[in-house]
């Protein structure tokens, strides 16, 4: 049962959805069948105990919902099988109540195909005042178009021989739509071809860019973002005034974007300085800092007021780069909280212990490290790494000696931690061994091999200590 797709969904749930779920499968109007109540009931009090294999055995499951009845596989699996056909269409239903104008549409269709005029034009109205109140989404170019596509087919059900602009603005919320989906897929086509070696067909894409050059998009504020993110992307030398107008066009209409459509379209802006930094460009690493510190104090980069692990890593290591330190001293204690609950007690030591090498506080540094758990794998190859500069810099060689030869070995038998992973560290390993036993007037070539390498950890800190 645990590897079932109804345990998969149910486990995704919090409190206030297991509620809703529960009034929702309770209802006679969605369920009238007892044995899926008593099904829902149990796999509820085994989710509040951490849904445990034992509960979740199918015969332990099976004996308890029904004491004296002999184990019926197809019984089970039939009572499974209601429940997460309920609980799917119970995620339509809370989508239909959080989105007014999608359920405005959907009223206004069937409305129309009753015939039912008045209530059909009462429909469009409602849709258009919530549109009108709601953050600006993509769907919201669909549902437009949805709307005066309606109105169209309404007019032509009149039969009436006469002008009327249904049709035109039919056709132009259709352009509109089109133009933002279709963008929406270059720029991330575009995107993806940065991070992974692959090509794609960019179709429409001069004619779209034509046809949008050639109209204001001051009134369309989403078609403006993505249709300028598409410049900025398209652009093969990384123009900064293409860079700097997206990111001006971002802060002016913030405001005015849903939570998910402004988190995708700042990570975008964040994934373009950091290919920018990749290529040497370091002036985009300000850059960086100002759009991620955007982020935070905006809650863009909070998903269900949880911050990403590696969006937190990445914000430290930018600010110790930038040699902001209160800063990212303030920002390890305040947000370790946002993180997702495994994680947060090494992420906050160890981030500190970062902090406190940078400013060669080596004792304070040490005492975080001895606060890591190494529950994350990343964590406990950084805390490894961290810990063998920290014995370069106190000079204490035997001790340093001794910690990257057992880091070698815990590299070479551990078979969980990935090739890519584990390549950067082992590189790390024997260049400071190698640092260690070669003579001053050797170095050069050291430090040649250093920068030719392309899978390094801790690649500068190398070199300043051979470069003089």
Partial sequence: ???????????????????????FVQSPYHNTNAEIVSLFQYLHTAWQDGLPDNSLDREVAYTRLFPGVAYQYQHLNQLMSNLLKLAENWLAWQRLEKDQALLE???????????????FRQAVRAADRAMEKDPLTSEQYYHRYK???????????????QHDSTLQRASDALDDFFALQKLRYLCEMLNRQRLIPQSYRFTFAESLQQHLEGQGLADKPLLELYFQLFLMLSDEDGS???????????????????QDEARVLLYYAINFCIGRIREGDRAYAVELFNLYNQGIEERILLENETLSPWTYKNMVKLGLNLQRYGWVEQFVKAYAAYLPEPQKEDAL?????????????YHEA????RQVEFSDIHYNLGSKALLAKIYYEQGEWDTLESLLSAFRVFLRRNKDISAKVKAPYVNFVNFLSATLRRLPENYQGLIQKIRGEKAINNRDWLLRQLEP
């Fill in 105 to 119: 549409n959907l009223k206004a269709q069937e409305l129309l195909k009753l015939q039912l005029d008045k209530h």
């Fill in 147 to 161: 709307l005066k596509d309606l109105e169209e087919q309404q007019f032509i059900s009149r039969r009436l021989r």
């Fill in 1 to 23: 049962m645990k590897k079932s797709k109804l345990i998969g969904l149910l486990a995704k749930l919090d409190g206030y959805q297991w509620r809703s779920l529960e009034v």
């Fill in 349 to 361: 030591h160890y981030n500190l212990a970062e902090l406190y090498f940078a400013q060669e506080q």
């Fill in 366 to 369: 040490l005492t975080q490290l």
């Fill in 240 to 258: 900064s005034e293409l860079f700097n107008r997206y990111v001006s066009l971002f802060s002016q209409y913030n405001c005015l974007l849903g």
